[in-house]
């Protein structure tokens, strides 16, 4: 597509509940990243998928966080047990292999709530 | 690791110059990036300096100092619209996945 999309673009969910996050990047983008940012915050690393390769899951806060993607392509990013200090938005962004010098393409992001 | 520090925010007036200065620690650089994310929006790519000096693009310059581990980020003829939040971003080491690292931020107030 023309941009990422990412969907839901706000989900409110009861604490304890599992929640799943879409990410759709920009088609011929084989890196993927998911951030999360909390209010008035900077973007904190979650994980990284690029091509085939294992993904670098050195940001995921706890066991309970966990992603993956499908066919190189869509990505989903699944909390479960959700707490209330999961509450922020949670970024997905794709780019270029090797482009570094054109930088990542954002979604809109997914606004968590845990009540 | 990688660790960045930036203002946490500046004022500026419409039509001025404002600065925005981002200094990192790295082991090995691979590269800053600057981005911008007004509020409720996605953060948007502005600029990347992978060597010293200036690099330009309109009314947005951004430059690097590799020995002094420093950066900045120059807007000229502010507008209104320019208020928004600005992240700087290193990349960690290829072992590391090449991921980007963001500072926490400076946010950014034009003012009539």
Same mark, same amino acid.
């Given at each position: 597509?023309?941009?990422?999309?990412?969907?839901?673009?706000?989900?409110?969910?009861?604490?304890?509940? $599992?929640?799943?996050?879409?990410?759709?990047?920009?088609?011929?983008?084989?890196?993927?990243?998911?951030?999360?940012?909390?209010?008035?915050?900077?973007?904190? *690393?979650?994980?990284? *998928?690029?091509?085939?390769?294992?993904?670098?899951?050195?940001?995921?806060?706890?066991?309970?966080?966990?992603?993956?993607?499908?066919?190189?392509?869509?990505?989903?990013?699944?909390?479960?047990?959700?707490?209330?200090? $999961?509450?922020?938005?949670?970024?997905?962004?794709?780019?270029?292999?090797?482009?570094?010098?054109?930088?990542?393409?954002?979604?809109?992001?997914?606004?968590?709530?845990?009540? | 690791?990688?660790?960045?520090?930036?203002?946490?925010?500046?004022?500026?007036?419409?039509?001025?110059?404002?600065?925005?200065?981002?200094?990192?620690?790295?082991?090995?650089?691979?590269?800053?990036?600057?981005?911008?994310?007004?509020?409720?929006?996605?953060?948007?790519?502005?600029?990347?300096?992978?060597?010293?000096?200036?690099?330009?693009?309109?009314?947005?310059?951004?430059?690097?100092?590799?020995? $002094?581990?420093?950066?900045?980020?120059?807007?000229?003829?502010?507008?209104?619209?320019?208020?928004?939040?600005? *992240?700087?971003?290193?990349?960690?080491?290829?072992?590391?996945?090449?991921?980007?690292?963001?500072?926490?931020?400076?946010?950014?107030?034009?003012?009539?």
């Amino acid at each position: 597509g023309a941009g990422v999309s990412q969907s839901p673009s706000n989900k409110v969910t009861e604490k304890g509940k $599992d929640v799943e996050l879409r990410c759709d990047p920009i088609s011929g983008h084989t890196a993927l990243y998911w951030y999360r940012q909390s209010l008035g915050q900077g973007l904190e *690393f979650l994980i990284y *998928f690029q091509g085939n390769s294992a993904p670098d899951k050195s940001g995921l806060p706890s066991d309970r966080f966990s992603a993956e993607r499908t066919g190189g392509s869509v990505s989903t990013l699944t909390i479960q047990r959700t707490q209330q200090e $999961d509450s922020a938005v949670y970024l997905c962004a794709s780019s270029q292999t090797g482009k570094q010098s054109y930088g990542y393409t954002f979604g809109s992001g997914t606004r968590l709530t845990v009540v | 690791g990688q660790s960045l520090e930036q203002p946490s925010e500046v004022t500026a007036v419409e039509g001025a110059i404002v600065q925005m200065n981002c200094t990192y620690q790295t082991s090995g650089f691979y590269g800053l990036s600057w981005y911008q994310q007004h509020d409720g929006g996605a953060p948007t790519f502005l600029s990347y300096n992978a060597l010293d000096g200036l690099e330009e693009t309109g009314r947005f310059s951004s430059f690097l100092s590799r020995s $002094d581990s420093y950066g900045y980020l120059l807007l000229q003829e502010l507008q209104m619209k320019d208020s928004a939040s600005y *992240f700087c971003a290193v990349r960690a080491a290829p072992a590391q996945g090449g991921k980007l690292i963001f500072g926490q931020g400076t946010e950014l107030s034009v003012k009539p």
